[in-house]
């Protein structure tokens, strides 16, 4: 494959970027401009029209995802084929099947690997439903604790907050992720152990941070006179030491091909939430998924929500070269999905090197961070108005509330509200303001685009979740870089664990090799731990 700066289409954006096109000039952003940069897909909008793209840019951004055959890789993940590698170096090497989790409704992807996948994870999904059958009869349990940490938290955690409007009654759900005792503690504070059930996610069964808790939970339990077994839930790797049923009352299985910040969709999100949502929501959550799994298949960036925004992404990151993206969703409800989308952004393609194992001489995936509007107006927009660094956004909005409880006051509802502040801002930011007054100068050409739904709902959320597991993934296959791993993560553990051990030999009355771990001592004594 053609290196990355040496592409036909990256050549002509970048001479494109030298003049790109600006939206603070008189007549630039029109109510025409807003209609044409429009496109439709599973029940969203995607405004794009305060971009700084023209028509050519447009065209040209079509081109590279056509020079790269970004759809066609697209089509090989789904299919099961293997795109977690580095050529000629020692890598996961193995495919990336979280669409398989899903793909049990219409038009089903018929690859051997992926049809196989999708078999095993229905298979799940049945025993799952039949598990929360018996949970309905003996209507005993009305509290779940999650015990998991990365993506084992952070996607389902965000989705079910997203959709804590359509819970079931009297069903209550916590995760438990930091190995903070305080966290745990401030759980089981509030919580009758007797109605509680507590579902372990490690793939492996063995990280640490989740064993730890596990042994945390399990020690309140047994000091209450419970026996865990009949309260504990595994979603584990098939033949991991957590597939033990003398520790567990179930347990459900995930496989390698489903990477942590890709497994809301499986059985790391899904023992949760159809506990908490009911089978059905949860069903629903996936065909929403689903369908916008089939739309990230079309070969048009235009009829490809997930693909033109990448390629938006691309743009503002490589050629305006600006190194952060903030998500900020008008929706309340989202609070937690910016915490998601930033480790499946950062994880996934936080990366410099390529697929062949070559440093790259580009900028990768950006920073990503975000908070719920209109609470970041009125802390760190002013910094995205006036600041010195140019922040792209993306803005989620929604026409209807998940509740419809609301009120009108002075003459428009609290939905209305949020809608005026969703337009407006993207509005300011794009066109600016000119004043005579440097403190009141906004010089506008903020970048941003609106994905826009008619209502927060669990196929909606499944959409939404799917929309930008695939905008990372085709941001990778541009770059050609593995999406999949995250080797990055593994450098601080190896030495977190070098410390655990000196803590373990302090408190085994054993003498400390200083000479084992010097630096990590060094921190030790002065934090009064060693003499």
């Given at each position: 494959m053609t290196a990355f700066r040496h592409l036909k289409s990256v050549?002509?954006?970048?001479?494109?970027?030298e003049d790109p096109y600006d939206l603070t000039k008189e007549g630039a952003v029109t109510p025409k401009r807003i209609d044409s940069m429009l496109s439709e897909a599973v029940g969203f909008k995607l405004f794009y029209a305060m971009e700084r793209v023209s028509e050519i840019t447009l065209s040209t951004l079509s081109e590279l995802a056509e020079?790269?055959?970004?759809?066609k890789k697209m089509a090989e993940m789904q299919n099961g084929e293997?795109?977690?590698?580095?050529?000629?170096?020692?890598?996961?090497?193995?495919?990336?099947?979280?669409?398989?989790?899903?793909d049990f409704f219409e038009s089903r992807n018929t690859s051997a690997h992926a049809k196989q996948a999708s078999e095993l994870a229905y298979k799940e999904c049945e025993k799952l439903r039949a598990f929360l059958n018996e949970v309905e009869k003996k209507d005993q349990f009305t509290t779940m604790i999650q015990i998991g940490?990365?993506?084992?938290?952070?996607?389902?955690?965000a989705v079910y907050l997203a959709l804590e409007a359509f819970c079931k009654p009297q069903r209550c759900v916590h995760f438990l992720s930091n190995v903070d005792p305080d966290d745990g503690a401030h759980i089981f504070h509030q919580i009758d152990l007797e109605k509680t059930l507590v579902v372990v996610v490690s793939k492996s069964g063995s990280t640490l941070e989740t064993l730890?808790?596990?042994?945390?939970?399990?020690?309140?339990?047994?000091?209450?006179?419970?026996?865990?077994?009949?309260?504990?839930?595994?979603?584990?790797?098939?033949?991991?030491?957590?597939?033990?049923?003398?520790?567990?009352?179930?347990?459900?299985?995930?496989?390698?091909?489903?990477?942590?910040?890709?497994?809301?969709?499986?059985?790391?999100?899904?023992?949760?939430?159809?506990?908490?949502?009911?089978?059905?929501?949860?069903l629903e959550f996936l065909r929403g998924a689903n369908a916008m799994d089939k739309i990230a298949l079309k070969a048009d960036p235009k009829a490809n929500l997930?693909?033109?925004?990448?390629?938006?992404g691309i743009w503002n990151r490589n050629f305006l070269t600006l190194p952060t993206t903030a998500i900020i969703p008008y929706s309340q409800a989202l609070s937690r999905f910016p915490a998601h989308l930033q480790q499946l952004d950062m994880e996934s393609n936080g990366k410099r090197i390529n697929k062949k194992g070559q440093f790259v001489d580009f900028d990768t995936g950006p920073i990503v961070w975000g908070e719920p509007g209109t609470n970041g107006q009125h802390s760190f927009y002013q910094s995205i108005h006036q600041g010195t660094t140019v922040v792209p956004l993306?803005?989620?909005?929604?026409?209807?509330?998940?509740?419809?409880?609301?009120?009108?006051?002075?003459?428009?509802?609290?939905?209305?509200?949020?809608?005026?502040?969703?337009?407006?801002?993207?509005?300011?930011l794009a066109i600016g303001q000119h004043n005579d007054n440097p403190n009141q100068f906004f010089p506008g050409n903020r970048p941003n685009r609106i994905l826009f739904g008619s209502r927060l709902d669990p196929y909606t959320m499944g959409a939404l979740l799917a929309y930008y597991e695939h905008k990372v993934v085709f941001q990778g296959f541009i770059w050609n870089i593995n999406s999949f791993d995250q080797e990055g993560v593994q450098l601080g553990k190896k030495l977190a664990l070098k410390i655990i051990d000196q803590f373990a030999s302090l408190n085994q009355g054993k003498s400390l090799d200083l000479k084992g771990f010097q630096l990590g001592a060094a921190y030790l004594k002065q934090i009064e731990f060693i003499d």
């Amino acid at each position: 494959m053609t290196a990355f700066r040496h592409l036909k289409s990256v050549i002509r954006l970048n001479e494109l970027a030298e003049d790109p096109y600006d939206l603070t000039k008189e007549g630039a952003v029109t109510p025409k401009r807003i209609d044409s940069m429009l496109s439709e897909a599973v029940g969203f909008k995607l405004f794009y029209a305060m971009e700084r793209v023209s028509e050519i840019t447009l065209s040209t951004l079509s081109e590279l995802a056509e020079e790269v055959e970004a759809v066609k890789k697209m089509a090989e993940m789904q299919n099961g084929e293997i795109v977690n590698f580095i050529s000629g170096h020692e890598s996961e090497n193995r495919p990336a099947l979280h669409t398989a989790m899903r793909d049990f409704f219409e038009s089903r992807n018929t690859s051997a690997h992926a049809k196989q996948a999708s078999e095993l994870a229905y298979k799940e999904c049945e025993k799952l439903r039949a598990f929360l059958n018996e949970v309905e009869k003996k209507d005993q349990f009305t509290t779940m604790i999650q015990i998991g940490i990365g993506g084992s938290e952070l996607g389902p955690k965000a989705v079910y907050l997203a959709l804590e409007a359509f819970c079931k009654p009297q069903r209550c759900v916590h995760f438990l992720s930091n190995v903070d005792p305080d966290d745990g503690a401030h759980i089981f504070h509030q919580i009758d152990l007797e109605k509680t059930l507590v579902v372990v996610v490690s793939k492996s069964g063995s990280t640490l941070e989740t064993l730890t808790n596990e042994q945390y939970a399990r020690e309140k339990f047994k000091k209450s006179g419970l026996n865990p077994k009949n309260h504990f839930l595994a979603v584990t790797g098939k033949g991991s030491p957590m597939d033990d049923p003398q520790n567990y009352a179930a347990s459900f299985y995930i496989w390698d091909s489903i990477g942590g910040r890709y497994s809301a969709t499986s059985m790391v999100g899904g023992v949760i939430l159809a506990f908490a949502l009911g089978m059905d929501r949860f069903l629903e959550f996936l065909r929403g998924a689903n369908a916008m799994d089939k739309i990230a298949l079309k070969a048009d960036p235009k009829a490809n929500l997930p693909l033109l925004s990448a390629l938006l992404g691309i743009w503002n990151r490589n050629f305006l070269t600006l190194p952060t993206t903030a998500i900020i969703p008008y929706s309340q409800a989202l609070s937690r999905f910016p915490a998601h989308l930033q480790q499946l952004d950062m994880e996934s393609n936080g990366k410099r090197i390529n697929k062949k194992g070559q440093f790259v001489d580009f900028d990768t995936g950006p920073i990503v961070w975000g908070e719920p509007g209109t609470n970041g107006q009125h802390s760190f927009y002013q910094s995205i108005h006036q600041g010195t660094t140019v922040v792209p956004l993306e803005l989620i909005g929604f026409r209807e509330s998940q509740y419809y409880d609301d009120i009108e006051f002075q003459a428009t509802t609290c939905q209305e509200k949020l809608l005026a502040n969703l337009f407006a801002q993207s509005i300011a930011l794009a066109i600016g303001q000119h004043n005579d007054n440097p403190n009141q100068f906004f010089p506008g050409n903020r970048p941003n685009r609106i994905l826009f739904g008619s209502r927060l709902d669990p196929y909606t959320m499944g959409a939404l979740l799917a929309y930008y597991e695939h905008k990372v993934v085709f941001q990778g296959f541009i770059w050609n870089i593995n999406s999949f791993d995250q080797e990055g993560v593994q450098l601080g553990k190896k030495l977190a664990l070098k410390i655990i051990d000196q803590f373990a030999s302090l408190n085994q009355g054993k003498s400390l090799d200083l000479k084992g771990f010097q630096l990590g001592a060094a921190y030790l004594k002065q934090i009064e731990f060693i003499d």
